[in-house]
Every structure is written in C-alpha cells, then in structure tokens.
Nanobody
Framework: QLEESGGGMVNPGGSLRLSCIAS????????IHWFRQAPGKAREAVSC????????WEADSVRGRLTSSRYNGANKVYLEMNNLNVEDTARYFC?????????????????????WGSGTPVTVYT
C-alpha cells in the first residue's frame, strides 16, 4: 500500500512537496512513479526515480519544475514541485512498478504499476 500527502492549493509560481510512504513492503527494490490526473483527462506519468535514487526522469511538461527524490530508510518518496502553473492542477498519485528507461514516459503506462496510492489533490489557482 502507498499513501500520498502534501497536496494543497497554491498560486501560480508557488511550490509544494508531495510525500509518498509505503506500508507493508519495502520500496528499495522498486522504481517509484508519480502520475497525475486532471478532471476529464487521462492519467499521465510525470516523474520517475530509480531504486537507489541516483536517476530521475521527468515528462517534458514538468521537466525543470518537478522532480522526485527518495529516502529508502524511511520507505518514502517525494515529489518536489516548483514554479507551479494552473495546468499542473490535478490529483497526484505515486505508484511502484515498471522500471524507467531513456524512453520515459513513452514506455510507461498505468497498467504497468503494481502498487498505487489513492492520490493527493493539487490546485493552482489565480
């Protein structure tokens, strides 16, 4: 099981830090993904971090503003979100499953994930 926290409401240009904690299993063997889903839209992959935390991948729409980090000792993963804009408004989910490659996010689908959280909402409003 995964549980996200840290979502909220911010103005454009603001920042948030989302957390994702696993319970009942250890995250150290998994690449961890962040997806988001806006109302009426498909779930999209935005960030991935490898098992040891020394490589990350981001979708073009968020690169340079959102990035993942992790602390395996606490079974936690984080999504640092900076310079947010209204297009970032969505529910954000963490998930564990497929390994990320240089083709990210083209080779990643929600169907490839083994574990999911229930998400945390992020609203960027003017």
């Amino acid at each position: 099981q995964l549980e996200e926290s840290g979502g909220g409401m911010v103005n454009p240009g603001g920042s948030l830090r989302l957390s994702c904690i696993a319970s009942g299993w250890m995250i150290e063997d998994y690449h961890i993904h962040w997806f988001r889903q806006a109302p009426g839209k498909a779930r999209e992959a935005v960030s991935c971090i490898n098992d040891v935390g020394d490589s990350t991948w981001e979708a073009d729409s968020v690169r340079g503003r959102l990035t993942s980090s992790r602390y395996n000792g606490a079974n936690k993963v984080y999504l640092e979100m900076n310079n947010l804009n209204v297009e970032d408004t969505a529910r954000y989910f963490c998930a564990a499953g497929a390994r990320c490659t240089s083709r990210y996010p083209l080779d990643i689908s929600p169907r490839d994930m083994k574990f999911w959280g229930s998400g945390t909402p992020v609203t960027v409003y003017t």
